[in-house]
């Protein structure tokens, strides 16, 4: 008789569990379902509000939306291509980054890969944009403004290869031959005050000996006896105070070195003239959910 309580209890509890279960189940779905449509309503306003060229609040839409459901692509894709209208073309770049990278389908992610392609083309990354499109192509190689715009992009890197090294190495080379002029011209400096100074030290020791002589003269009389000290006028045991050295000019080497400096620094001023006067390719049109 106990066994058998014992065993409807166990029975109950049983029972007990797992209607408590179903009912956070359907709680968690009726959560899931109440954010899902609560997001749906923030992209269908963002749409709206884009429409009718209200920028600010559509993002603030979108935003949220995204922070709903962080891992849908809609809401990132959409804030890209409100951005991408808008010419905030990196914070365009990210969101679609970020679409690509969480997209289910392969439609999803042809459609990321292929806008995000076009950022990199604005930006004059065209190895990144090479890539994109590629990607795009992977989920769906019968789209011909994809194909278009990777032949475009292919066409833009060959004509402006990236520079080997990268552009940190070649500012550390322009570095080391500034710091190479600056030793040269250092080092002929150097030379030049060690000539001067090699010739001032002969000059003083001629002066020197002419001293003597003119000292020993002096210290004898007309007949060649030597003068008694105590007889030695003021003023004649004196040193003449000696001229300081006048600095000499620019050297030969000094003048070419800073000649070539000043044209290095003329070329990069219209390296970046020219650079800024470049155009950038017109790429397809962005894809639209």
Known sequence: MERRKLISTIFLFAVCLLAGGAVLHAQADKEKLKIEKQANNYLRSASSELDSDDFVNAEVDLRKAISLIPADETGKYNLGNAYYDKDLNDEAMRRYLQAAEIAQSKLEKHKAYHNLGNTFMNSKKYQEAVEAYKNALRNNPTDDETRYNLALAKEMLEKNPPPEGGDDDKEEENNKDEENKDQNENKDDQGKDQEGDEGDEKENEDKGDEQDENKEGENKDDRGNPKDPNEQKDGEGE??????????????????NLLEAMNNEEKKVQDKINARKQKGAKVKSNKDW
Not at 239 to 256: A, F
């Open 239 to 256: 040193q003449p105070q000696q001229q300081k050295p006048v600095p000499g000019q620019l050297s030969p080497q000094q003048i070419k």
